[in-house]
């Protein structure tokens, strides 16, 4: 089978398409869910991005990685939707349903928040101002450098470095809080 030119492009970016799922797909639900804070938010964010993934491709400059480049896609997507009139207006009916509806299994929340090392901390670092919190989970869950930050924020690496210590502050305050109610 012969491919035109076209074909043969659009196959190599379904292929690339392909394999960026298979590596970040589950990393960039779970950076999406640090921002908007609903499992099913995250994976409608999660599906945009790999949407304008595969509709930018040709856009990519390598000047980053694909990573570091599909993290900043999912930050400005979350972005957009914590400023758009939807969620503003949205009522909190997951916050609802999980007050008065009692279950054995886990909430997706539970789920996701599982998945980190230790649950009690990863809840303190989701309650975190969104400014701290994106920082913290970049550097130290995403294991991200600061120079693949600052891409990703367009902040400066001393900015960055200030979150990063003023959320870790806050952070040790509410472990400290949380230790002494025990």
């Known amino acids: 089978m012969i491919l035109s030119k076209e074909e043969f492009h659009s196959k190599q970016r379904e292929d690339i398409l392909r394999e960026l799922i298979d590596l970040y797909a589950e990393?960039?639900?779970?950076?999406?869910?640090?921002?908007?804070?609903?499992?099913?938010?995250?994976?409608?964010?999660?599906?945009?991005?790999?949407?304008?993934?595969?509709?930018?491709m040709e856009d990519f400059r390598g000047d980053s990685t694909y990573k570091t480049w599909l993290y900043k896609i999912t930050r400005n997507k979350c972005i957009d939707y914590l400023k758009s009139k939807w969620y503003r207006s949205f009522i909190p009916t997951d916050f609802m349903r999980e007050k008065f509806e009692k279950t054995e299994e886990l909430s997706m929340e539970e789920q996701v928040i599982s998945k980190f090392?230790?649950?009690?901390?990863?809840?303190?670092?989701?309650?975190?101002?969104?400014?701290?919190?994106?920082?913290?989970?970049?550097?130290?869950?995403?294991?991200?450098?600061?120079?693949?930050i600052q891409t990703l924020t367009n902040l400066n690496v001393d900015t960055i470095k200030t979150r990063l210590r003023r959320g870790k502050q806050l952070l040790q305050k509410n472990v400290e809080r949380g230790n002494g109610n025990a």
Do not use: G, H
């Not at 609903?38 to 991005?49: C, K, L, P």
């Open 27 to 56: 990393s960039i639900k779970m950076l999406a869910f640090t921002y908007v804070q609903n499992w099913s938010t995250a994976e409608d964010i999660t599906q945009d991005v790999f949407i304008k993934c595969y509709e930018k």
């Open 117 to 148: 090392e230790d649950i009690e901390l990863s809840k303190k670092v989701l309650a975190l101002p969104t400014k701290y919190r994106e920082i913290i989970i970049m550097f130290y869950y995403e294991e991200l450098k600061m120079k693949e």
